[in-house]
């Protein structure tokens, strides 16, 4: 190897595996021009957040707060502080391609919890400091969350549905190939009440925060349509059931509209993609508290993007059917006050791209800034049942905040490549002043 090329190698390595300065106990006073705290409220000009240990001590202007004189002063300036943001859809250990078909035959659980030490990293610089993983075709979520939380690696707070439950035959099951070759599925293949009860205990056995469902077809996988329900409503039950005796949610992958309103009303906490939504889905997710988690920029990058990137021809077909019904019925949905929480299927795009949801939630969906924010804060934590810790920047809560440059109440795509700085747990991960 040519000592440039080493240098370069160690360099990479080194700022991948830096483990930041240990929070200390002493106080930090964040100042910038203003804060928006996540819950909905209105934004507050020349604010002060203190800061001890990981706990978030004081939120106010510079005015209510008083700044301890021995206080380390982080001056963000013309900067926008917010909450850490939250994507309740990622797949930290999936890469852009075909759905992870060829990356469950091809690659190791190994290859896996590789790619999601790399990808936790670049989620976090993007200023995603919670995701939800929602699903990989092993258990390597579970070691990147645990990996993370020792302090062995950079990244997010990950809360992980390990693999996954999908039927045979269904989207989460590798097809199209010869009955002679065994094959694995991407999630693990679960048929009937009894296989789908065994399944969920025995995610939860391996470290599952949440179970996630293949309801209905999808998009990148072969052979199967993406509107049709896959698991019946019985199934959901049972299901649900008992990841709720194990005192976890169920997120239901859902695009066609009967799996959507038996899924809802089966009680997952979200129904995720929501494609086909229809007027009784809408009933029915709002009647049962269901969130939708829209994951909206993903069918652009598989229209736009997916040929280059490896997506196969059936996967482009089937997003550019349901593309125009996706933003529509996306679009009523929350107008007609479903509940949304922000999740964009990182890993069907580059991960990094996080943020690209809040442009389209705002121009195309009609949301509101300040909503669209709260969907990645306040409302994301509720949909993982962690509103007491993170969400929103308020007294007690885990200190995790990001600062942008610019206002992303005036122009929302600020969030896209504007996050300059990232505190988690009081640790500081970026600095770009
Ligand atoms: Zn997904």
């Known amino acids: 190897m040519k000592r440039v090329v080493k240098v370069i ?12 300065v240990v929070a200390q106990e002493r106080v930090s006073a964040i100042r910038a021009a203003r804060l928006i705290d996540g819950s909905g409220a209105p934004p507050i000009d020349d604010p002060v957040v203190l800061v001890r240990g990981d706990i978030i001590m004081a939120v106010g202007t510079a005015a209510d707060v008083s700044i301890p004189a021995d206080a380390q002063i982080i001056d963000l300036g013309h900067f926008t502080i917010l909450p850490g943001l939250i994507d309740c859809h990622v797949h930290i250990t999936g890469t852009p391609g075909d759905g992870g ?15 999601g030490v790399v ?10 400091t919670t995701i939800r993983n929602t699903g990989s075709n092993s258990y390597g979520d579970v ?64 470290g599952a925060d949440l179970i996630k469902v293949t309801a209905t077809g999808g998009v990148l996988s072969a052979g199967d349509a993406v509107g049709a329900q896959q698991y019946s409503f019985e199934e959901l039950v049972a299901i649900v059931e008992e990841a709720n005796r194990a005192g976890i949610k169920v997120a239901a992958h859902a695009h066609g509209a009967s799996g959507i309103v038996d899924a809802a009303n089966a009680g997952v906490a979200s129904i995720e993609h929501g494609s086909l939504v229809d007027d009784a889905g809408i009933a029915a997710m709002k009647a049962n508290g269901t969130f939708m988690v829209p994951t909206l920029y993903a069918l652009d990058f598989i229209i736009d993007e997916g040929a280059e990137n490896g997506v196969p021809q059936y996967g482009i077909d089937k997003a550019i059917a349901i593309a125009d019904a996706q933003r529509r019925q996306l679009r009523r949905a929350y107008q007609e006050g479903v509940r949304f929480a922000y999740g964009t299927d990182a890993a069907v795009f580059p991960h ?26 306040a409302d994301a934590a509720e949909l993982i049942g962690i509103e007491d810790h993170v969400g929103t920047l308020m007294v007690n809560k885990w200190a995790d905040l990001i600062a942008v440059e610019g206002n992303p109440l005036e122009d929302i795509r600020v969030l896209e490549d504007g996050v300059r700085f990232v505190m988690k747990g009081g640790v500081v991960y970026k600095d770009n002043r």
């Open 143 to 206: 070691a990147v969350r645990d990996m993370i939380n020792a302090g062995v690696i950079p990244g997010p707070r990950i809360y992980v549905a390990t693999r996954g439950l999908g039927i045979t035959g269904g989207h989460a099951d590798i097809n199209g190939w010869s009955p002679h070759i065994d094959l694995p599925g991407y999630a693990e293949i679960a048929d009937g009440v009894d296989e789908v009860r065994k399944a969920v205990r025995r995610q939860v056995k391996y």
């Open 9 to 20: 190698v160690f360099v990479f390595l080194s700022s991948l595996f830096a483990t930041p």
């Open 101 to 115: 078909d060829t990356q469950a035959l091809r690659e190791t659980e190994g290859h896996g919890a590789i790619h």
């Open 119 to 128: 990808n936790a990293k670049i989620t976090l610089d993007t200023g995603f």
């Open 352 to 377: 990094g791209r996080n943020a690209r949801d809040f442009g389209i939630l705002v121009e195309e969906l009609g949301v509101p800034p300040l909503e669209a924010i709260k969907m990645a804060t």
